[in-house]
């Protein structure tokens, strides 16, 4: 039985994965920021695997509430076999944290990056999957710039950046930590209400050729569990094939810099 700890779990791809995990008999662990969606999606998980998972909240736009967060993880898991860092989202508007980072860069990369670091000897033998997007090809990270530029936001482009970050932290991560197996993947455009905007919440919920949450899920619990001798330490994958991502999210000397800066902005 495996331990996994799967965040941005209380819906969409988070929670199919979760259940899908919780059927297989791993023990499941939780992570959501609504309460009354992390409390919808432990009665879910229960229902699909027969035992209650454990389950916290942690607003990841607060760098203490992910310490918090790791805290206690570390005090609930002595060894994490899988974490999947599945959080995220788009931001509407140009929005700094009370940490003073922007929040997309934040919120999607920030702090499941400060949130992996501190429980890396939880994970040591085991393995990061990291929820990216092909959007990573509409925005890179500026890593002398995670503060943002009000003048210069799009939400696209942010967004974009973030997921370009996913894709570099997950390469670096395979460079730096040998003893962490690490991927990303795209999860699909997924049927969600996601995003910001009407018109955009529409599209991610009525376009027609949309992939399902449980879809999506299916792929992150096949990159949680597939051997590893079958996969590519920090590959980056659109459904179970290997790509290469777009030119700056496949920049090793960019991931090289982006992990010194964001270090230095979690603290870490």
Same mark, same amino acid.
């Given at each position: 039985?495996?331990?996994?700890?799967?965040?941005?779990?209380?819906? *969409?791809?988070?929670?199919?994965?979760?259940?899908?995990?919780?059927?297989?008999?791993?023990?499941?662990?939780?992570?959501?920021?609504?309460?009354?969606?992390?409390?919808?999606?432990?009665?879910?998980?229960?229902?699909?695997?027969?035992?209650?998972?454990?389950?916290?909240?942690?607003? !990841?736009?607060?760098?203490?509430?992910?310490?918090?967060?790791?805290?206690?993880?570390?005090?609930?898991?002595? &060894?994490?076999?899988?974490?999947?860092?599945?959080?995220?989202?788009?931001?509407?508007? !140009?929005?700094?944290?009370?940490? *003073?980072?922007?929040?997309?860069?934040?919120?999607?990369?920030?702090?499941?990056?400060?949130?992996?670091?501190?429980?890396?000897?939880?994970?040591?033998?085991? &393995?990061?999957?990291?929820?990216?997007?092909?959007?990573?090809?509409?925005?890179?990270?500026?890593?002398?710039?995670?503060?943002?530029?009000?003048?210069?936001?799009?939400?696209?482009?942010?967004?974009?950046?973030?997921?370009?970050?996913?894709?570099?932290?997950?390469?670096?991560?395979?460079?730096?930590?040998?003893?962490?197996?690490?991927?990303?993947?795209?999860?699909?455009?997924?049927?969600?209400?996601? *995003?910001?905007?009407?018109?955009? &919440?529409?599209?991610? &919920?009525?376009?027609? !050729?949309?992939?399902?949450?449980?879809?999506?899920?299916?792929?992150?619990?096949?990159?949680?569990?597939?051997?590893?001798?079958?996969?590519?330490?920090? *590959?980056?994958?659109?459904?179970?094939?290997?790509?290469?991502?777009?030119?700056?999210?496949?920049?090793?000397?960019?991931?090289?810099?982006?992990?010194?800066?964001?270090?230095?902005?979690?603290?870490?």
């Amino acid at each position: 039985m495996a331990t996994i700890v799967v965040t941005g779990a209380s819906s *969409g791809v988070g929670l199919a994965a979760a259940e899908r995990f919780a059927a297989r008999g791993d023990e499941v662990v939780l992570v959501g920021r609504d309460p009354g969606r992390l409390a919808t999606a432990v009665e879910r998980v229960t229902a699909a695997g027969g035992r209650e998972p454990a389950a916290f909240r942690a607003d !990841f736009e607060s760098l203490a509430e992910v310490r918090a967060l790791a805290d206690q993880l570390r005090a609930a898991c002595p &060894r994490i076999d899988v974490l999947a860092n599945n959080a995220g989202g788009m931001v509407g508007e !140009f929005r700094r944290t009370g940490d *003073g980072l922007e929040a997309t860069i934040q919120g999607n990369h920030l702090a499941p990056f400060l949130l992996t670091g501190l429980l890396r000897e939880q994970l040591r033998g085991g &393995r990061v999957v990291n929820t990216a997007s092909r959007a990573h090809r509409h925005g890179s990270p500026d890593p002398e710039r995670l503060a943002g530029d009000p003048e210069r936001y799009s939400s696209w482009q942010a967004y974009g950046a973030s997921k370009a970050a996913n894709i570099l932290f997950t390469a670096e991560a395979a460079r730096r930590w040998p003893e962490v197996f690490s991927v990303s993947f795209h999860p699909g455009v997924v049927r969600t209400n996601f *995003g910001t905007g009407r018109v955009t &919440r529409l599209f991610y &919920r009525y376009a027609p !050729f949309l992939v399902t949450p449980e879809k999506a899920g299916e792929l992150l619990v096949w990159l949680a569990t597939t051997p590893e001798a079958e996969l590519v330490d920090g *590959g980056y994958y659109v459904g179970r094939t290997v790509t290469r991502p777009a030119a700056h999210a496949g920049d090793s000397a960019l991931a090289a810099r982006l992990w010194e800066a964001s270090a230095k902005a979690v603290g870490n």
